[in-house]
C-alpha cells in the first residue's frame, strides 16, 4: 500500500474514532443534568454535610467550606436528604430535573432540639405553617402561629385554639376555668408541652390554659392519632398540644405592642432577639388583662329560696345577701428569657426560663353565675331563718336582677419554668439532653376577705341580746345553728356579733384552695440519620410531686404525693422504598405513684391512713405510612396503642369535700360536692387507626383530610350521683373504670394563603364520642338526679367544676376566615367560629364573628383593631353563666334495686360566649 493511502486510512479511522467519542460525550453530556446546592444554618454555610441523591439514579456528596455540593443525574424527580451531626435532618422532596440544566438548590438545616413536634420528622424547605406547605407527617397536624394570636390580641390562648378542627377548649361549669382536649375524647388524655416539656396535671388531670398569656406564645402544633410519634405520643391518648415560646433568630430584631379596649382594659408587651458572636438571645415579657362588662357595676349577691330550684325562671324569688361592686378583674403577667451558646456549629447549650402569673383580682362576677329577674321576699320561704339585708328591705317585694358571686375574694395562678439543653454530635449523630424543673400553682383562691361580708341575716327582732338567746331551743341559737350549717360566721372576724336594723348578722366564711405541683424530668435523645432514614433512641423521666388543699389547709385533698413516667423509646421515619415513608414508634413505659390511701377503702368516715405505691409497666407501638406519589399529594395511614395513667388527685388521699358554692350550680350549689377517691385505678388504653391526604394544587391551595377511630378500654369516668344534704343535695364524684369510649373524628381543612389579595381558609370537624358498656349497678339505686355518663350518648358533663367531669365533644365545630392583604402589608379578616350541638357552652349551635384590620403607618409602626364576637351574639345580655337554661342533656337513673337502666333530663347551667371585645393597639417593631 502507498504510504500516503495509508496515511489517509489512518487519518480517517482516527477522524472517526474522534468524532465517535466526541459524539458520546456530547451525547452523554445532553442526557444528564446538574444540581448544584447551597447547605446554610440561618446566614452560615454548612461544612461538612452529607447529601444524598435519590431517584431515577442515586448519588451522594459532601459540602465543602463553603456549604456547597454539586452533583450531575440523568433528567428525572429526585429527593435530597442532608444529614449533619448537631442538625435536624432536612428532605427536599420532587425536585424535578430537565436535561442539560443546572439546578439550584438551597437547603436549610435547623439546629437539633426537643422544643418542637417536629423533631424526629423531617424539616420541609418550605416554611411550616405557610400558606402551601402539604403535611407530609403521618399524624393529623394542625398549627397556629404567632401572628393568628396578635390578630385578637387576647391576653388568654383560648379562642384562637378552638379555631382548631381537632382541639375542644373544656368549660368547667360556670367558673372561667378551661383546660385544652386534642383528639375528641377528654382533657386528662390529652398531652399539653411548653417547649416539649410536659406540664403537671395535678389533682384534676388537666392543665389549666386561661392563664397562659398569648403574648408569650411563638406558635402553637398539635398532633393527634395514631401517627403521632413523638416522644410522649404513647401517654397521649388523645393528642398532642405543644405551646412553643419564641424562636432564637441570628438577627437583631425588637416589638414592642400597646394597645386599649372598650372595657378600660390596657396592655403592653415587648419581645426581642438577635445575637452578639456566638451568643443568641430571646428576651420577652409583658401585662395584660381584661375587665369585662361588669367593671365598675354595682349589682345585688341574691340567695334564692327553694335551693335555686326556680333561679331564671319567671318564679324565682330570694332575699339580698349585699348590692356591691361586680368587678372581675381578669390580670397576666409574663416573662421569658432563652440564651444559648454556639460552642461550634455542631455544639450548643442553652438555658432558659418561663413564667406566668395571672389571676382575678377581685373574683367578682368572673366565678357569678346570673339569676336572672329575682322578686326579693323578707325571708326565704325554704328556710325562714335566712333573710333579706337591712340596708337593702327597701327592695323587698321588688323585682332585681340577681346574681350569685363572692365578695372579698381573689384568684391566682403561678407557673415558673426553667430549662437547658445540650447539643452536640456524635460523628453524623446528635445528641440532646433537655432536663428542666417547674413549678406550678394552678389555681389559688383566697377568700378570708368574705368573713367581712353578709352571707345572710336573722328574721328582725331575733337577736343576741333577747331573754332566751343563750337557750339551746331559741330562734337565737337556731339562727347560729343555721348560719353555720351554712358555712358562715355568727360574728365577724374581731369576734363581735353585729346587729343591723334589728337584724343579726351571718357572715360568709372564710374559703381557700391551695395546690402546688413541683414538675422535673430530662430527656435523652440520640439521633442517628442513614441514608435517607432516621432513628431517635430516647429516653426520658419526668413526674411531677403534688400537695393540695380545699376550703381551708385543714382539708387536704391531695397529701404530698408524687408520680413519675419513665420511658425508653424508639422512633424512626424510614425511607426505604422510592416515595414510601415508614414511620414507628416502640414506648416501653413505667408508671410509679406514691401517695396515702384510706386505711379502711369500705368506709367514708374512717379518716386512718395508709401509704400508696403502685407501679405499672406498659409497652404501646405506634406504626404509619407515608406515600407520596408526587409532590403535591400525601396519603397516610397509622395504627398504634396508647396509655393514660390515673392522674394523683383520682388515687391518692381522702375523698374531698367541696362547701356549698354558687359557682357549682343547680342542684349542687347549695349542699356541695364530695369527691371520692380510688387507689385501685388501673390506666386507660387506647387502640386507634388514622387515614389521611393532603393535596395542593397549582395555585398553592391546600386541601386536607383525616379520619380517626379510636376505643378506649377502661376509660376514667366520674360517676355522678346525689344525696340529700341538710342544705340541699351534695353531689356524690366517683372514679371509676368504665367500659368503652369510642371516637370517631374527621376533620377537613382547606386554605388558601398568597402573598397578596384575597386568600380565605376553613376547617371543620365531626366528631362522635360515646361510652357503652356501663352496666346498672354502676349507679345508685333510685337517685333523684340524673347521673352520668351515659351509655351510647354523646359524651358530655353536667357542666358542675368538679376533677375528671368530661367536656362535651360537639358533633360538628369549624372556623373559616376570608382574608386580603394589600401590597403594603395591609390586612384584614373576617373569620367565623361555629359550635355545633352538644357544645361546650351548653347552648344550642351558634357561631361567632371576628375581625381583624392592620395596616402599617410607616417601615417601624403598623396600627391595628382587632374585634371578637363582633355582633355580640350568644351572650344573652348577662354575659355570666346562668343555671337552668342550659341545653337539656340526656343522663341516666335505675330503678330502687339498680337493675334497671333508663334514660332522663338533666338542665346544666348555660355558659356565655365571650362578649364583643374591641381592641386598639400600636406596635413598634424592628426586624420583624
Request: overall charge neutral; glycine content about 10%.
Amino acid at each position: 500500500m502507498r504510504p500516503h493511502v495509508f496515511a489517509r486510512a489512518v487519518l480517517t479511522a482516527c477522524t472517526l474514532v474522534i468524532f465517535a467519542i466526541a459524539s458520546g460525550a456530547v451525547a452523554a453530556a445532553a442526557g444528564t443534568a446538574t444540581i448544584q446546592g447551597t447547605v446554610r444554618s440561618g446566614a452560615s454555610p454548612v461544612a461538612g454535610a452529607a447529601v444524598r441523591v435519590t431517584g431515577p439514579a442515586s448519588t451522594s456528596a459532601t459540602t465543602d467550606a463553603n456549604g456547597s455540593f454539586t452533583v450531575d443525574v440523568p433528567p428525572g424527580v429526585y429527593r435530597i436528604d442532608v444529614t449533619k451531626g448537631g442538625y435536624v435532618a432536612a428532605a427536599l422532596t420532587d425536585l424535578a430535573v430537565v436535561e442539560g440544566a443546572t439546578i439550584p438548590v438551597t437547603v436549610t438545616l435547623n439546629q437539633a432540639d426537643l422544643t418542637s413536634l417536629q423533631t424526629i420528622g423531617r424539616v420541609s424547605t418550605i416554611s411550616r405553617g405557610s400558606g402551601s406547605a402539604i403535611n407530609t407527617g403521618t399524624a393529623t397536624s394542625s398549627y397556629v402561629n404567632a401572628q393568628a394570636f396578635g390578630n385578637l390580641a387576647n391576653p388568654q390562648i383560648n379562642n384562637v385554639l378552638e379555631r382548631l378542627p381537632d382541639v375542644t377548649i373544656q368549660h368547667m361549669g360556670s367558673q372561667p376555668d378551661t383546660t385544652i382536649i386534642v383528639g375528641g375524647v377528654q382533657p386528662y388524655e390529652t398531652q399539653v408541652l411548653i417547649d416539649g416539656h410536659p406540664l403537671a396535671l395535678g389533682q384534676y388531670g388537666v392543665w389549666l390554659s386561661q392563664y397562659f398569656p398569648s403574648y408569650l406564645i411563638g406558635g402553637v402544633e398539635t398532633q393527634s392519632g395514631p401517627g403521632n410519634t413523638t416522644p410522649f405520643a404513647n401517654i397521649a391518648v388523645g393528642g398532642t398540644a405543644n405551646l412553643l415560646t419564641p424562636s432564637f433568630t441570628q438577627r437583631e430584631t425588637a416589638e414592642f405592642v400597646t394597645g386599649y379596649d372598650n372595657y378600660q382594659a390596657q396592655y403592653s408587651h415587648f419581645l426581642a432577639t438577635g445575637s452578639a458572636g456566638k451568643l443568641q438571645y430571646v428576651a420577652g415579657g409583658g401585662v395584660d388583662g381584661y375587665n369585662g362588662p361588669y367593671f365598675g357595676t354595682t349589682k345585688c349577691i341574691i340567695t334564692p329560696d327553694n335551693f335555686g330550684a326556680a333561679e331564671n325562671t319567671p318564679a324565682a324569688t330570694g332575699i339580698v345577701q349585699t348590692c356591691t361592686d361586680a368587678s372581675g378583674s381578669f390580670f397576666s403577667k409574663g416573662e421569658t428569657l432563652k440564651l444559648r451558646y454556639n460552642f461550634s456549629p455542631q455544639t450548643s447549650f442553652e438555658a432558659g426560663f418561663v413564667g406566668a402569673w395571672g389571676g382575678y383580682n377581685p373574683q367578682g362576677t368572673a366565678w357569678g353565675t346570673t339569676l336572672g329577674a329575682t322578686q326579693i321576699v323578707q325571708c326565704l320561704q325554704a328556710d325562714p331563718l335566712k333573710c333579706t339585708n337591712p340596708n337593702f328591705s327597701y327592695l323587698t317585694g321588688s323585682k332585681v336582677a340577681g346574681y350569685g358571686w363572692y365578695t372579698g375574694s381573689s384568684v391566682y395562678n403561678n407557673q415558673t419554668l426553667f430549662d437547658a439543653q445540650l447539643r452536640t454530635s456524635l460523628g453524623n449523630n446528635t445528641l440532646l439532653i433537655r432536663p428542666y424543673v417547674g413549678v406550678i400553682e394552678p389555681e389559688i383562691i383566697l377568700g378570708a376577705g368574705q368573713t367581712s361580708y353578709p352571707n345572710f341575716f336573722s328574721p328582725p327582732g331575733v337577736l343576741p341580746t333577747n331573754p332566751d338567746a343563750s337557750l339551746p331551743t331559741s330562734q337565737y341559737q337556731q339562727f347560729v345553728s343555721d348560719c353555720s350549717a351554712n358555712f358562715g360566721n355568727p360574728t365577724d372576724p374581731s369576734g363581735k356579733v353585729v346587729v343591723v336594723g334589728n337584724q343579726t348578722q351571718c357572715f360568709g366564711g372564710a374559703y381557700t384552695t391551695f395546690e402546688q405541683d413541683k414538675l422535673y424530668g430530662t430527656t435523652f435523645s440520640l439521633l442517628h440519620p442513614f441514608g435517607d432514614s432516621l432513628l431517635n433512641f430516647t429516653y426520658d423521666f419526668h413526674g411531677q410531686s403534688t400537695y393540695a388543699y380545699i376550703d381551708s389547709p385543714a382539708f387536704v385533698s391531695v397529701p404530698f404525693s408524687t408520680d413519675r413516667y419513665s420511658t425508653f423509646s424508639l422512633t424512626g421515619d424510614l425511607h426505604l422504598i422510592r416515595n414510601l415513608g415508614i414511620n414507628f414508634g416502640l414506648y416501653d413505659t413505667t408508671w410509679k405513684v406514691n401517695g396515702v390511701q384510706r386505711a379502711n377503702p369500705a368506709s367514708l368516715t374512717d379518716t386512718s391512713l395508709t401509704g400508696l405505691s403502685r407501679s405499672i409497666t406498659r409497652f404501646d407501638p405506634h406504626l404509619a405510612f407515608v406515600f407520596r406519589p408526587s409532590g403535591g399529594i400525601s396519603y397516610r395511614a397509622s395504627y398504634g396503642t396508647s396509655a393514660t395513667f390515673p392522674f394523683i388527685g383520682q388515687v391518692s388521699g381522702l375523698a374531698t369535700y367541696q362547701t356549698p358554692a354558687a359557682s357549682l350550680g343547680p342542684p349542687f350549689q347549695f349542699g356541695g360536692t364530695l369527691t371520692e377517691k380510688n387507689p385501685n385505678l388501673v390506666p386507660e388504653v387506647s387502640i386507634s387507626e388514622g387515614l389521611g391526604v393532603d393535596k395542593r394544587f397549582g395555585n398553592g391551595a391546600v386541601v386536607s383530610l383525616d379520619l380517626q377511630n379510636t376505643v378506649v378500654h377502661d376509660v376514667f369516668e366520674q360517676l355522678t350521683s346525689a344525696v340529700q344534704s341538710p342544705t340541699g343535695l351534695e353531689g356524690i364524684f366517683s372514679p371509676i373504670n368504665a367500659a368503652r369510649l369510642r371516637t370517631q373524628l374527621a376533620t377537613l381543612k382547606y386554605s388558601y394563603a398568597p402573598r397578596t389579595g384575597f386568600g380565605y381558609n376553613a376547617q371543620i370537624a365531626a366528631e362522635k364520642s360515646v361510652v357503652d358498656g356501663l352496666t346498672p349497678d354502676l349507679y345508685p339505686p333510685g337517685s333523684s338526679v340524673g347521673s352520668f355518663p351515659v351509655n351510647n350518648v354523646q359524651i358530655c358533663g353536667n357542666g358542675v367544676a368538679a376533677p375528671g367531669i368530661p367536656t362535651c365533644i360537639p358533633y360538628l365545630k369549624g372556623y373559616g376566615q376570608l382574608t386580603y392583604t394589600w401590597r403594603d402589608d395591609t390586612y384584614a379578616g373576617l373569620g367565623v367560629n361555629y359550635q355545633g350541638k352538644n357544645n361546650a357552652y351548653f347552648q344550642p349551635p351558634f357561631a361567632l364573628l371576628d375581625f381583624t384590620f392592620r395596616r402599617p403607618i410607616t417601615r417601624m409602626l403598623e396600627l391595628q383593631v382587632g374585634v371578637e364576637n363582633l355582633l355580640n351574639t350568644n351572650t344573652y345580655n348577662q354575659y355570666l353563666a346562668a343555671p337552668n337554661l342550659g341545653t337539656p342533656l340526656t343522663a341516666a337513673a335505675t330503678d330502687l334495686n339498680a337493675t334497671k337502666l333508663q334514660q332522663t333530663s338533666f338542665t346544666p347551667t348555660l355558659v356565655s360566649a365571650p362578649p364583643r371585645v374591641v381592641r386598639l393597639q400600636a406596635r413598634f417593631h424592628m426586624g420583624r
